[in-house]
């Protein structure tokens, strides 16, 4: 499938750069096996939202709902989900920025496999931003649709991410912001960690 290719291109990034402010409390991880270990050793519970149940073009927003997450993406174009490959993305319909907003269960952490398309979503080399709420950002050059990145919170849930995709320097291409297996990494409600304590207490008495 193809999308609307009749917006303006962004401007180009020319740097692959991690940055976070000095209050940040977010961790961000460019494997996939160590974010899994981060959150699991954090007694998170993981989601992962594969897109397999929306296919074309969608207004904006777009909204989906998974383990209790619910899942907001927006963009100025509206949005797209096509294959890529054998499996399904989450896409913009024009080279313009993504924002995808979490409600629901507080979100700890936040991953998936990042990249840029072509408008027949063919993955093509970019420059790919992430920004989070709080000042946040990952900036890399990604050509692969394995590409990952994750972000862990250590403090405040996160709420929202920002991802953008522009052409290397010289390139000529649209490109457009794609992500697909989008994991969330959710702690239990206090109450429910409340409870798991009682149930460990019960299971250390003596019969």
């Known amino acids: 499938m193809k999308r609307n290719a009749n917006l303006v291109l962004l401007p180009c990034l020319a740097a692959a750069v991690v940055a976070t402010t000095s209050s940040a409390a977010i961790i961000v991880f460019t494997n996939e096996f160590v974010w899994d270990n981060y959150a699991t050793a954090s007694d998170a519970a993981m989601y992962t939202e594969t897109f397999e149940s929306y296919n074309g073009f969608y207004g904006s927003p777009l909204a989906g709902s998974i383990g209790g997450v619910n899942w907001s993406a927006a963009a100025p174009g509206g949005i797209f989900v096509g294959a ?5 993305a989450l896409s913009t319909n024009a080279p313009e920025p993504m924002t995808i907003s979490f409600t629901g269960l507080a979100v700890q952490g936040v991953a998936g496999n990042i990249y840029g398309t072509d408008i027949n979503f063919n993955v093509v080399p970019s420059i790919v931003q992430l920004s989070m709420q709080d000042g946040t950002s990952y900036i890399g050059f990604v050509d692969s649709a394995t590409a ?10 996160i709420t929202a991410i920002t991802i953008s995709a522009q052409p290397l320097p010289g390139g000529t291409n649209d490109v457009f912001a794609t992500f697909d297996n989008m994991t969330f990494a959710v702690v239990p409600a206090p109450s429910a960690i409340a409870l798991l304590g009682l149930a460990g207490l019960a299971g250390r008495r003596r019969r």
């Open 84 to 88: 890529v490959g054998s499996s399904q």
């Open 148 to 157: 990952f990145v994750g972000f862990y919170s250590t403090t405040s849930a």
